[in-house]
């Protein structure tokens, strides 16, 4: 085979994006270049899945197979509790106020400053190395991405082929052998919708789906629990209103699950299975109160596997390492042999994953929130969290720049409207939220669900002035416009 062509494609991106190119492999030295196969899943739940020990029966067995043929990070976190910027941040190896998607809408802000090294999102990086590249669903949002081959979503996910399995099969297995045909390595960003709102059987669903898609439902979940087989999440109280409410997310994550199923058996067919890295995260928490759109860990905390035949040891658990949806851009080109990309904040976990490190170098993560939709002032929300294993540390930005006056909108689904009903403690935990203090400080170990804030709390007054200190440290270090307002508080 020729390389000539292939070093031409190089020699261009490289006066593009003048990546440093330190000691990686060519392409053109791998005999078979490798292809990348990126999955989530929409609003799950942190602890839902099998393999982080959720005890609801069969809920994700395709996802519990993934993760035995590969390792699972259990401490991943996503950049930021809301699908947009998330996604964004997993595509770019950059925080949202580096890549200027900071929330959903008119993105980047008229006030986003420009890094001083603009850097290529994954799809166009690996486009320009002959990668064909595709997404299915949840890529627009996004910012600038190169796609050969793009499938879009109806309104809240509502078209026929956004939550079917069999639609998943069908439009992988296409794009594969498109991919195969033309001779090229793929790359696919495949995003099945559910377990995001509406969950089946609820009243949301059949208004929705009687606004944008009346004549052509989707496939209902293949599985049906009862309340008793639910497992409740820390940040909610365990109470029978609440445990109703939870029944058909599990359905829609089952459903969920069985759209990755379809994608991986599609893989598996076309005979590229072993020469794929597979990566599976969510893109934020669950839609209740504490979980999506905060920066509690329900909101941010994901499981995270990577999956590489002959190169990442199946049945693998890492708990020991912090990953960051950040660090998945690096790891996959690390992976494929192609040099790095300068300037961004995401770093390379693959030699974690090959034995060659035992754990990754982070030490906490950083998670933020800016944006509740456009970039409006009005909508202008900024949070900040360091978080690791032990405890999470939370600045909320607009509460200080308002003085108390500004409050946070709450998504308020069913098992809100159910459990508020019935729980003094869920009625306070949500009228906290709305009204939040500056700061708070959780001890995770014993408070996994966030509801003892601690930051007046003496005894811990050692732990809160070091996290303050990483996360004005981490907020110079990537230049977020926010360093300042922290900094009158940090100092």
Same mark, same amino acid.
């Given at each position: 085979?020729?390389?000539?062509?292939?070093?031409?494609?190089?020699?261009?991106?490289?006066?593009?994006?003048?990546?440093?190119?330190?000691?990686?492999?060519?392409?053109?030295?791998?005999?078979?270049?490798?292809? #990348?196969?990126?999955?989530?899943?929409?609003?799950?739940?942190?602890?839902?899945?099998?393999?982080?020990?959720?005890?609801?029966?069969?809920?994700?067995?395709?996802?519990?197979?993934?993760?035995?043929?590969?390792?699972?990070?259990?401490?991943?976190?996503?950049?930021?509790?809301?699908?947009?910027?998330?996604?964004?941040?997993?595509?770019?190896?950059?925080?949202?106020?580096?890549?200027?998607?900071?929330?959903?809408?008119?993105?980047?802000?008229?006030?986003?400053?420009?890094?001083?090294? %603009?850097?290529?999102?994954?799809?166009?990086?690996?486009?320009?190395?002959?990668? !064909?590249?595709?997404? *299915?669903?949840?890529?627009?949002?996004?910012?600038?991405?190169?796609?050969?081959? !793009?499938?879009?979503?109806?309104?809240?996910?509502?078209? /026929?082929?956004?939550?079917?399995?069999?639609?998943?099969?069908?439009?992988?297995?296409? /794009?594969?052998?498109?991919?195969?045909?033309?001779?090229?390595?793929?790359?696919?960003?495949?995003?099945?919708?559910?377990?995001?709102?509406?969950?089946?059987?609820?009243?949301?669903?059949?208004?929705?789906?009687?606004?944008?898609?009346?004549?052509?439902?989707?496939?209902?979940?293949?599985?049906?629990?009862?309340?008793?087989? #639910?497992?409740?999440?820390?940040?909610?109280?365990? *109470?029978?209103?609440?445990?109703?409410?939870?029944?058909?997310?599990?359905?829609?994550?089952?459903?969920?699950?069985?759209? =990755?199923?379809?994608?991986?058996?599609?893989?598996?067919?076309?005979?590229?299975?072993?020469?794929?890295?597979?990566?599976?995260?969510?893109?934020?928490?669950?839609?209740?109160?504490?979980?999506?759109?905060?920066?509690?860990?329900?909101?941010?905390?994901?499981? $995270?596997? /990577?999956?590489?035949?002959?190169?990442?040891?199946?049945?693998?658990?890492?708990?020991?390492?912090?990953?960051?949806?950040?660090?998945?851009?690096?790891?996959?080109?690390?992976?494929?042999?192609?040099?790095?990309?300068?300037? =961004?904040?995401?770093?390379?976990?693959?030699?974690?994953?090959?034995?060659?490190?035992?754990?990754?170098?982070?030490?906490?993560?950083?998670?933020?929130?800016?944006?509740?939709?456009?970039? %409006?002032?009005?909508?202008?929300?900024?949070? !900040?969290? =360091?978080?690791?294993?032990?405890?999470?540390?939370?600045?909320?930005?607009?509460?200080?720049?308002?003085?108390?006056?500004?409050?946070?909108?709450?998504?308020?689904?069913? #098992? #809100?409207?159910?459990? =508020?009903?019935?729980?003094?403690?869920?009625?306070?935990?949500?009228?906290?939220?709305?009204?939040?203090?500056?700061?708070?400080?959780?001890?995770?170990?014993?408070?996994?669900?966030?509801?003892?804030?601690?930051?007046?709390?003496?005894?811990?007054? %050692?732990? $809160?002035?070091?996290?303050?200190?990483?996360?004005?440290?981490?907020?110079?270090?990537?230049?977020?416009?926010? !360093?300042?307002?922290?900094?009158?508080?940090?100092?």
């Amino acid at each position: 085979m020729k390389t000539s062509s292939r070093w031409v494609r190089w020699i261009r991106l490289l006066m593009l994006c003048a990546p440093v190119l330190a000691s990686a492999q060519s392409p053109a030295d791998r005999a078979q270049p490798l292809n #990348v196969l990126v999955l989530t899943l929409d609003d799950m739940g942190f602890g839902t899945t099998g393999m982080e020990g959720c005890t609801v029966p069969g809920v994700t067995p395709h996802l519990d197979n993934l993760a035995s043929e590969g390792t699972l990070f259990t401490h991943g976190y996503v950049s930021v509790p809301m699908c947009g910027p998330s996604r964004a941040a997993l595509l770019t190896g950059r925080y949202p106020h580096s890549s200027g998607i900071m929330g959903h809408g008119k993105q980047p802000p008229d006030s986003w400053v420009k890094p001083a090294v %603009k850097t290529p999102p994954l799809s166009s990086y690996l486009h320009g190395f002959g990668y !064909r590249t595709g997404a *299915i669903l949840k890529n627009f949002r996004c910012g600038e991405q190169t796609w050969d081959v !793009r499938h879009g979503e109806q309104g809240y996910g509502m078209g /026929f082929d956004d939550r079917n399995p069999a639609s998943f099969y069908e439009r992988t297995k296409a /794009f594969i052998a498109e991919a195969e045909a033309m001779k090229k390595p793929f790359f696919l960003y495949a995003n099945p919708i559910d377990p995001h709102d509406p969950w089946p059987g609820t009243s949301q669903e059949k208004e929705l789906q009687a606004k944008f898609n009346p004549t052509k439902p989707f496939p209902g979940p293949e599985r049906r629990y009862t309340s008793q087989e #639910v497992d409740v999440p820390a940040i909610l109280p365990d *109470i029978p209103s609440v445990r109703r409410s939870l029944v058909p997310y599990y359905e829609s994550l089952h459903r969920g699950d069985a759209c =990755i199923g379809s994608i991986l058996k599609a893989l598996e067919e076309s005979g590229q299975a072993a020469n794929t890295l597979v990566v599976f995260m969510a893109d934020n928490g669950m839609c209740v109160p504490g979980a999506k759109n905060t920066l509690y860990p329900h909101g941010t905390r994901t499981p $995270i596997v /990577f999956k590489l035949p002959g190169k990442i040891k199946p049945g693998t658990i890492d708990a020991d390492s912090i990953v960051c949806a950040i660090d998945i851009m690096p790891t996959i080109l690390e992976a494929c042999g192609l040099p790095p990309v300068e300037g =961004i904040e995401g770093r390379s976990v693959y030699d974690v994953l090959t034995g060659g490190k035992r754990q990754a170098e982070r030490e906490y993560a950083l998670t933020s929130f800016d944006y509740w939709n456009d970039s %409006k002032a009005d909508q202008f929300f900024p949070m !900040r969290s =360091i978080i690791n294993k032990d405890f999470c540390y939370i600045w909320n930005g607009y509460v200080q720049m308002s003085g108390g006056k500004k409050t946070l909108p709450m998504p308020w689904n069913q #098992v #809100v409207r159910e459990g =508020i009903e019935n729980s003094e403690k869920l009625a306070e935990r949500i009228a906290f939220m709305r009204k939040r203090p500056v700061e708070e400080f959780y001890d995770l170990s014993k408070d996994p669900g966030c509801w003892n804030n601690l930051i007046n709390d003496k005894d811990y007054r %050692k732990q $809160i002035d070091h996290f303050r200190a990483v996360l004005k440290k981490e907020m110079h270090q990537s230049n977020d416009p926010q !360093r300042f307002a922290f900094g009158k508080l940090a100092d």
